[in-house]
Structure formats: C-alpha cells, structure tokens
C-alpha cells in the first residue's frame, strides 16, 4: 500500500467527516426553524382571525408566503450539499479500502458475467474481488455497462493511445475526479429506468393534433378561472364554469391513455436525469487539455445548445408530470389542464432534442469510464502505461504482477516470449504458481488493451484477443462432464482461429486433465501441434513432464517451470517462473501431510 496515497485518502476522510457534522447540525437547526415558523403562522392566523384584525391577517399570510418558500429552497440547497459531501466521504473510504484489498460488498458487476466469453469465467474480471471492483468508479448504469465492455474487448492500438492519454491528464486531478463522481451518485436508476426513457424520447410526440390542443390549452383554462372567479365574486352565473370543466373533462379524457404512459415511462428515470444534469455542469465548466476529453465536452454544448440546460428542462417537466400522483394536481388539472401543458412541453423537448441525449448519455459514460481508470491509476502510481506494439504476436513484461495480490503477498516475474504459433509450456508441482501467473498475464493485458496502468515495471504488447480454458466444471443440469466441459472451451478456441479478427493468446491450465495420462498426454501433443501452426501464441500447464520433450522436435515449443523446495518437512514455494521443465514435486509430501499413509 502506497503510503502517500494513504494519506491522502485519510486527510480527505476527516476533512469531509468534518463537513458532514457542520451540514448535519445546520440541517437540524433550520428543519426545527422551519416547524416553529409553520406553527407561529397558525397560531397568528388563528389569533388575528379571532381578533378580526385583517391588516395584521394579510401582513402574517404575505410573509409566510414569501419567507416559508426561501426557507424550503435553502434547506434543500442544505440536503444537496450534504448529500455530496457523504458521497465524498464514501468515496475516499472505499479508495483506502481499495488499497487494503477489501473489496467485499462493492459493486461486483456480475449482471455481465458470460460463461462463453474467451476469458471472463477466469480472470476474475467480474464477480467478488475482481477487476471490475477495483476498477469501476462509474455511478450511472450506461457508464457502469461501458466499463464492463472496455474491459470484455480489446481496444485498437490507436484508440488505446488516447485512451492512456486521456486518463493520464484526469489522473492528477483528484478533487475533478471525486466531485465528478459524487455528482453521479445522485442517479438510482438501473438499465430499464434509462433506457425506457431513451427509447420514450425517440418515440413519436403524444399529441399529434398540437395547435388544436395549443390553442385549447390558451382558451379553456382561461374560461375555466374567469367563470370561477365571476361565480364566487360578481354573483356570476355557475353554467359558465361548470361547462368548461365540463369541456376540460373531454380534453383530459382524450389525452390520459397518453399523460399515464409518459407518467409511466419516465418517473423513475427523474434522479438520473439530475445526476446527469450535476456531471454534464462539472464538464462543461471544465477547460480540458487532451482533444480526447475536449471531443466529450464538445458533445454537450453545440449549436448553441447547452446540454446541463436542456436536461434541467427536461427534468422539470418530467418532475411537474409526476405531481399526478398527488390528488391536488388533479384539482388543478381539471381547470387548467396540466396534463396537455406538461405533454406538449415534453413533446417540443423531443422534437428540438431527441437526436441528442444519448449522445450527451455517452459523452459522459465514457468520461466516467475515464475517470474509473483515472482514479486506478491514481492509487497506483507503481503502475505504469505499458507500450503497445505495432506488430503482432509480442508480449515482454518486467516485474509483472496481479493487482489483485496485495504488493506484501505476490510475486513478480520478468517474461517475454513473441511470434506466431509460439507455445510456451509450463509445467510445476501443486500450488507452485501456474495458474496464478497465467491469471497474472491474462489480468495484465485486459487491462492494457481497455487503455489502463499495469502492474509491472515495464510492459510491451501488441493488441490481441486473450483466450483462456483454465476453470472448466461439470454441469448435473446439461449432463456435461468436466472432461467434455473442457473439450467444448477447446472447441471454442479452435472455432474462434478459424476466422480470427485479432492474433490470439491462449492460457490452457491443467490441460485434459479429466482423462487417463496417456490420452491426456497424446491428446495434449497434438494440440499444441496444431496451435503452433495457426494464428496464435500462448501457454499450456500441465503436470505431464513429457509434454516438455515436444521442445526438442518442435522449434515454436519453449519449456519453463515454477519449482518448490521440502525443507524440515516443510514445502516451500519461490512462485518465480524458471527456464526448463520442472524437477521438484510436492504431491506425495502433501498427501502426507493431509494424514494419508504413503508407503516407502
């Protein structure tokens, strides 16, 4: 753990533990100011009603009226205020946590969890401690969704560069980075909230016939307030204002299959839209440096449109819409037809704006993505940009580590190997280090090809797609064994290098291994005759020592190893990969260990 960045963290934590406790007293203070005016203004209407003492009745409601809404507007500013700094709070306590690797309860991502991907089951990208906690500072679903695809699928080279570019100017900017987050954490939506809204914008407007209901929205309310007012005030006569509540109810009645479905389809999605409307400020305040980061916020003010503006208006009308679950908006609707002003606000927002909010939805999903990286690489600075190769078929990497094996824990190795058709055979007793350090490569190039750092010292790789075989179980419900299970996943690979978009790294684990050890060591030579011939390069673990002789006959085959050590009785593992075929073994020391009686 980086003790600087630490620090750093922990003087945030106590400078924003002591904002929270100033805001928690003020929101305390003015919510009982706010009761003892409501209830002094109850008791003077009472007395001055008593008194019959109307200038002192009229002065009481006017000051109320004007003094009552500034109150409720500041202490709402309050809550805002309040609310981000708990989301600061949050967020630099989960940055420390990050850093000790206590990463239960975070937001795992296992909703894009597929078993068919070339590597997910085995990367730990998603799921309880993975990538994707360690990674994911995103709070909107779309920017959630875009961190989970940069981190399924390879980047190209060039897009890569921008990317590292990018996160590189957003790194050093820690109090950007955690506002921009905080602003997000306003959003409670998930994929359906969003979307739904998405897809209401693109649809065709509510009300087809608009200057008729324009026209009617102008002239009934007007009839409406006039003839209610001439009724109640000048001995008018009650048809007037019954007939055009009466008119106003035909006008509701053709419009409410419509106003319900709006209602509906975009409620929910109001908190996002002011997560939106909170970020999409912060950004547009913001003079970048990278043109990278200068496109994003282009995006969001075009045209002379400013994208923060139009969301607020459109979180107002969507706000206002959903007063209809409140009865007293329906008393007013029926004189002043609010369904038909607040539909035809919603259908003008979709007219002028449809062609643009999810762009501006993207704009910053991808900005938290960045930010996401950003923040990685903040609490990281050990990390580094690796280089990404123009050619293909090269992977070198010095002191490469796994970011999810705290610094104390792991060990790092040095590696290279390049060239088509290249098969690298590792072979080791139990528990050396085999998959751990397949995982670690694997690990390392997902990050590198979503444009993030690397745990290492220093990193080269061309781009390529990473395939794995490595966790292959059994299936009661589709009747699969593990053998069969595994077969299926080479299958896979073989399919995929028919028609590869991209050179392909594999990582076979314990290759075959449900089978008897001369299948497994016949069928095990002849794949890697046949990978080293197609469009690939990659590793294959096993404990079958004979499948290092394939070194000797095959000029693509390279041989290492991870060893241990028995020493007074107890096994010792270096987890450092060593050139050759493994010579020490554990299995029989084990077993004893375990309390099974081996024979001399």
Known sequence: MNQIIYSTYEERIQKFKKKATEYAVQHSRLSW????????????????????????????????????????????????????????LNINEEEIARLAGKLKGMEGGENFIDLQHPYLGDLDVFGEHSLYQLINRTSTYKGKTMLAQWLKYPARREEILSRQEAVQELKQELEWRQDFKAYGSVAKENEEDTD??????????????????????????????????????????????????????????STA??????????F?????????????????????????????????????????????????????????ANIFYHIFNIVLLLDVYWLLRADQWKTNLKGDIGRWFDSISELEVLNSIAGFAFSHPEYIFPQIEEGQYVFEAEALGHCLISAKNRVDNDFSMQGKGTVCIITGSNMSGKSTFLRTVGVNIVLALMGAPVCAKKMNTSVMQVFTSMRTQDSLEESVS?????????????????????????????????????????????????????PAFGFVSTHDLELGRMEEVLSSVINYSFTSSIEQDEIYFDYTIHKGICKSFNASKLMAKMGIAMEE
Not at 54 to 62: E, S
Not at 259 to 265: E, V
């Open 196 to 253: 739904t809204l998405l897809h209401w914008v693109e649809e065709p407007v509510a009300l087809e016939k608009r200057k008729l209901y324009r026209l009617a929205m102008f002239i009934m309310p007007l009839i409406a307030l006039s003839g209610i007012i001439m009724y109640f005030f000048a001995d008018g006569n009650a048809y007037w204002p019954i007939s055009a509540i009466f008119i106003n109810g035909i006008i509701l009645w």
């Open 33 to 88: 100011i706010r009761t003892l005016i409501f209830l002094f203004f109850l008791i003077g209407i009472v007395y001055f009603a008593n008194q019959q003492n109307g200038d002192a009745l009229f002065t009481t409601i006017l000051i109320f009226v004007i003094a009552f809404p500034f109150l409720v507007k500041y202490h709402n500013q309050l809550k805002k205020k309040r609310f981000h700094v708990d989301s600061l």
């Open 268 to 324: 929910r999605s109001i908190g996002a839209l002011q997560a939106y409307r909170a970020m999409i400020r912060k950004v547009e305040s913001t003079d970048f440096k990278h043109i990278r980061l200068q496109k994003l916020k282009a995006h969001l003010e075009h045209e002379g449109i400013q994208a923060s503006k139009e969301i607020s208006k459109l979180e107002y009308i969507l706000d206002n819409f959903n007063a209809r």
């Open 482 to 534: 593990s053998f069969y299970a595994e077969l299926k996943r080479l299958k896979q690979l073989l399919q995929m290098l028919e028609t590869p978009q991209l050179p392909v790294m594999f990582m076979l684990d314990e290759i075959l291994k449900g089978t008897n050890s001369q299948d497994r060591h016949n069928g095990a030579a002849s794949l890697i005759k046949q990978l080293s011939k197609l």
């Open 257 to 266: 299959e419509k106003s319900s479905l709006t209602h509906r389809k975009t």
